[in-house]
């Protein structure tokens, strides 16, 4: 019943280590079927060279285990509090990539310096608080979700699939499980070049709004014209 979504599941995992943003068994992609009210997740602890399909864990939006034998991974309530909440997303992405796990590191939201941003972020990369201790100790892979939900209270999540959580990662995700990897492999870069930036120019500032809007809405805009899905232009 859930062949398709295990699979999805399965092959946006291994696209991670594919774009080698994870070693060992570091990080984990889920997918939701809103209509099943089922969402697969890579399972706990396991190597990316030893995924398949029928390895995936499903389970309800509560966390009860669908169908799988083995345990789904520890990040699990994370992910659930997301699709809880962010209704639009079909998957979840969460790695320790280098560039993008030093900012959030440091606590420090990346500035969209440019255009390449702009494609795929309306701004700059938001990060979240930093964790309480009683956050810590009490539920920690929930609380983490909250403080993500709660950073993204008047942000729109569908135009910003990205968030650095203090101290800790990124989570990007997306309307499919490779979407949620290729917002991934996108933010990795572009933490990578905004620190070349300031490393070139410390005082540099964020990209004018026009540019910004003008990247991001021929992308992703009522008025798209980017790529081949729209008429031509006469």
């Not at 280590?17 to 706990?44: C, E, F, H, M």
């Not at 972020?121 to 979240?128: A, D, M």
């Not at 990795?188 to 070349?196: F, N, P, R, S, W």
């Not at 992703?220 to 008429?231: C, E, I, L």
Request: proline fraction near 6%; charged fraction near 20%.
């Amino acid at each position: 019943m859930y062949e398709e979504l295990r699979k999805a599941v399965c092959d946006a995992n291994i696209e991670l280590q594919r774009q080698k943003l994870i070693i060992y068994s570091w990080g984990n992609v889920s997918g939701i079927d809103r209509s099943a009210g089922a969402v697969a997740i890579k399972p706990s602890g396991v190597t990316y060279d030893e995924l398949t399909p029928d390895k995936m864990v499903l389970l309800d939006l509560d966390g009860n285990v669908i169908e799988g034998a083995l345990r789904p991974s520890s990040d699990t309530p994370t992910h659930l509090e997301l699709y809880r909440n962010f209704e639009a997303v079909g998957g979840i992405c969460h790695t320790h990539s280098p560039g993008a796990t030093m900012w959030a590191q440091s606590c420090r939201e990346i500035p969209c310096f440019g255009t390449t941003g702009a494609d795929y972020f309306y701004g700059s990369i938001p990060v979240t608080e930093v964790m309480t201790e009683d956050a810590i100790q009490n539920d920690y892979e929930l609380n983490t979700g909250k403080v993500i939900v709660r950073r993204f209270a008047g942000i729109d999540p569908m135009k910003m699939p990205a968030v650095l959580v203090a101290n800790h990662g990124p989570f990007t995700w997306g309307k499919t499980p490779a979407m949620a990897v290729e917002s991934t492999v996108v933010l990795e870069q572009i933490a990578t070049m905004a620190l070349g930036t300031i490393t070139i120019n410390p005082n540099q500032g964020p990209i004018s709004k026009a540019l910004l809007d003008k990247h991001y809405l021929r992308k992703h805009g009522k008025n798209a014209y980017y790529g081949q899905g729209f008429p031509k232009a006469k």
